[in-house]
């Protein structure tokens, strides 16, 4: 399988460099340490921190159901989620950066840089995320739960404890894990709110040692130790189970107990406090969009960068469709001939580059070609294959219910009426062209927003809309980072009506 | 989407084939972002160099200083620069060790004496003073020395000696003020650093957005500020321990397939031309005698250098910036 030798390629990359072997050394440096405990405190704060706070907030919007905007605010939080880090971060350094809006109200000792800010970054992120996780499975308490519940007369604790948690244990656990693991890998946000060394992640530290310093040694003892936490992480999680965070919610008849107009009032306001917190950094951006300077240059600057990405983008999501499909038909086939182990490792290949954090299969990558061929011309090959390969697992898990269930619903059949392949192709293609639409648009929204990939292979003269962004936001051009951010998320939110759209058709 | 695909592949096509001028001989150099910025010497030197060479002058700009140097490591001779310019005196023996670099045929005997150069591979264009830079309509009384900043609660902004020669001058700074608590120096200064910025201007700009109480750049800074913008309320902080002296320098690569042409732009930096451009846009003092300056440039401090050996301390960059990222960690 092509994609299991690319990710061969890059640890024969991080295994030998000209026989330059890992720096060992810096395993007992304190230096290590340091970045090691602080990668994984940030990752555990900001996933304790998302998972406590979604609670609470996926109850509001469970239990009131009549909320004002509550499909717009369910949009918002998948938004909040793909959404490239660096709008995000141009929308806070704007509110609460050294001169932000907020900043006054907040203090002489506030900073940005540093853990407030990488934790704000991730909560806003994670946060929707758990909340969508977490209301999607309430919605799965039946509703004889809650007439039993009325009839046993249970209290409002009783019902949290009996009725709710046994339903969200393992999912909380899972979202738990999964935010922890993102977080554990977060580059973008920690590159450009860490403040240098001082809040700095094994992801940024694998980054600086290539870049900044030019030390291999070091870069594949921070790529291994990275590789070797999120790994274990990720089996333990994979062997659970997947959150069905993107599950459409298909049951409009539960029934729910009433909730009090005490409670309505306290649900409205934990719910309007949240779309605040997930307006603001977004809204944050208008200033700077409106005090741009619409240069012909910077106008120039943004339209290249932005059809880069999408044409990055297009070819990633689309390649990674199609592998997608293909590598699902051995999968597939090997269901119907009811072979389980097969299908467990053939799944477990497919899965296998979401163990692998970005950042760690493109040093190896980078190493192992650097010294073969020239990179700073071919480097956008390699992004699109990095990029293919990040979403790929994405793409399968999408598409995957779908056309498993075509097979147990039509397999038979179709194998009985005789129909030619064209005609079977047909007839599946009109069974899943939803998926496939919906699919393609979470894909390209994945891609599009890559910075840590970019950051190593990408080059100077062809930029990405995302690593514009972090360059304009560098150099404190915060305006036209405000206005490029503004596309982007134009962009975005464009992609997200038609996935959420196309989900309903489903 | 079967349209899409001819699509993407005619704007990868005709947004990889950068449109260059192709009649004339293109000179590359690798230099610093803030050396080609618009307000910058990278404009006015392309325009004065380009009229005497019949070539065109391409500059490919990084963060800052070291980020010159590492590409070089990185991309070894597949390098596409003919010259590199904006390493720093500290950087030279590193630089030579890449094997890339190529002996000039320049003639110092106009430099300023007191440089009291001999290197035979690198060019000095302009050197300047380190020195921290504050407001002094926000900071009444400034801090007279490195220790008092070191040990105030003062913001500040400095830039990453990974990165960038403006911060490698402060760790050299610090090593020199606190030869046996340097750790101890670096923590007491991150308890009270905003930011460490990859490159100058990143952190400069913001410093000059209210980021910082102090940012470090050079004793010249303010000089930008009085000439551009006839403003006079920032002023570079006077130390009483003396300041690190930068001197930034440019050199030909032995790869370049224009040796003459390189040579001969390394000719022009030094050239009375060139040296009048670099104080009033790389705000940075000029190389060779009797170069007239702005009035401006009277009313800037004339800090005391402190002597160093730049053989010794380049031989101890790495272990010094060990010792600085384990002791900036919060």
């Known amino acids: ?506 | 989407m079967k349209k899409l695909i001819p699509l993407c592949l005619a704007v990868l096509i005709s947004s990889s084939a950068v449109a260059a001028d192709t009649s004339k001989t293109v000179l590359q150099v690798y230099t610093y972002d803030s050396f080609v910025s618009d307000w910058g010497p990278g404009p006015k030197i392309k325009a004065a160099f380009e009229q005497e060479c019949s070539c065109t002058l391409k500059f490919i700009a990084e963060e800052d200083g070291i980020s010159i140097l590492n590409r070089l490591k990185i991309e070894g001779t597949k390098a596409k620069a003919d010259v590199i310019l904006g390493l720093d005196h500290a950087l030279i023996s590193e630089a030579k060790k890449t094997g890339l670099i190529a002996t000039h045929q320049q003639n110092f005997a106009n430099l300023k004496p007191s440089l009291n150069w001999s290197d035979d591979s690198f060019v000095p264009y302009d050197f300047g003073y380190f020195a921290f830079i504050y407001d002094s309509t926000k900071i009444d009384t400034p801090v007279t020395s490195l220790k008092e900043l070191v040990n105030s609660d003062a913001s500040i902004i400095y830039q990453d000696p990974r990165t960038s020669t403006v911060g490698q001058g402060l760790m050299f700074w610090i090593n020199a003020v606190y030869p046996n608590q340097t750790s101890a120096a670096w923590k007491s200064l991150a308890s009270h650093t905003v930011t460490v910025t990859k490159g100058w201007y990143e952190g400069y700009s913001m410093f000059l957005k209210g980021g910082s109480d102090y940012v470090l750049s050079y004793t010249t800074s303010p000089a930008y500020h009085l000439i551009t913008e006839s403003e006079s309320k920032y002023k570079a902080a006077d130390f009483s321990e003396g300041h690190i002296a930068q001197i930034e320098v440019a050199a030909a690569l032995n790869t370049s397939k224009h040796p003459q042409l390189a040579q001969d732009f390394l000719r022009f930096l030094i050239s009375d031309q060139a040296q009048k451009i670099l104080p009033v846009t790389n705000w940075m003092l000029p190389v060779i005698k009797d170069v007239p300056l702005d009035a401006a440039f009277t009313q800037l401090i004339t800090p005391s250098p402190i002597n160093m050996d730049i053989e010794q301390l380049s031989a101890q960059r790495k272990a010094m910036i060990k010792v600085w990222r384990s002791s900036a960690v919060k």
């Open chain 1, 1 to 506: 399988m092509l994609i299991c030798t690319v990710t061969l390629l890059s640890f024969y990359g991080l295994i030998a460099f000209n026989g330059q072997g890992a720096d060992l050394e810096l395993l007992s440096d304190s230096y290590f340490h340091s970045i090691l405990i602080f990668s994984i405190k940030q990752a555990l704060l900001s996933a304790l921190i998302s998972t406590v706070l979604a609670w609470p907030i996926a109850r509001a919007i469970y239990y009131y159901p009549n909320l004002l905007f509550k499909r717009a605010f369910l949009s918002l939080a998948l938004l909040c989620f793909v959404l490239p880090t660096l709008v995000l971060i141009t929308g806070f350094v704007s509110l609460l950066g050294r001169s932000g809006i907020i900043t006054p109200l907040l203090g002489p000792d506030w900073n940005l840089y540093g853990l407030h800010g990488i934790l704000l970054a991730h909560v806003y992120m994670n946060l929707p995320f758990a909340i969508r996780a977490f209301h999607a499975q309430l919605q799965n308490i039946p509703a004889s739960s809650w007439m039993l519940a009325s009839q046993l007369k249970l209290s409002g604790w009783q019902k949290i404890f009996l009725i709710e948690w046994p339903v969200l244990r393992a999912n909380f656990n899972l979202t738990f894990g999964f935010i922890f693991i993102l977080c554990f890998n977060s580059f973008a946000v920690v590159l450009a709110l860490g403040g240098g060394p001082q809040s700095t992640t094994l992801e940024v530290a694998i980054y600086q040692a290539l870049k900044y310093d030019f030390n291999i040694g070091e870069a594949l003892t921070l790529a291994w130790s990275q590789l070797l936490i999120a790994g274990t992480f990720f089996v333990l999680l994979y062997r659970s189970n997947s959150v069905s965070w993107l599950s459409k919610d298909t049951r409009g008849d539960y029934q729910l107990p009433c909730s009090s107009s005490w409670q309505k009032i306290r649900y409205g306001l934990l719910y309007s406090c949240t779309l605040i917190f997930m307006l603001t950094p977004l809204l944050a951006l208008l200033p700077g969009v409106f005090a741009a300077d619409y240069s012909r240059s910077i106008i120039g600057n943004i339209l290249e960068a932005l059809s880069l990405t999408l044409v990055l983008g297009i070819i990633c999501a689309s390649v990674a469709i199609a592998l997608a499909y293909a590598i699902m038909l051995p999968i597939r086939q090997s269901i119907l001939q009811g072979k389980t182990r097969k299908t467990l490792v053939l799944q477990w290949l497919a899965n296998h580059s979401l163990i692998a954090p970005a950042m760690v299969l493109s040093v190896g990558l980078y190493i192992l070609f650097l010294p073969l061929i020239d990179l700073d011309s071919v480097g956008m090959i390699f992004v699109v294959i990095l990029n293919i390969m990040m979403v790929l697992p994405f793409a399968i898990q999408q598409i995957r219910a779908r056309l498993l269930q075509y097979d147990s619903d039509y397999a038979v059949l179709s194998q009985s009426l005789k129909l030619s392949t064209r005609q079977k192709l047909s007839i599946e293609w009109h069974y899943s062209k939803s998926v496939f639409f919906s699919t393609f648009a979470l894909v390209i929204m994945l891609a599009m927003g890559d910075v840590a990939i970019f950051s190593i292979f990408g080059s100077d003269q062809l930029k990405t809309l995302p690593w514009l962004i972090y360059q304009y936001a560098g150099s404190y051009k915060i305006n036209e980072a405000s206005l490029a951010s503004a596309v982007l998320l134009l962009l975005y939110a464009t992609l997200l009506f038609n996935l959420e759209r196309a989900k309903q058709h489903a």
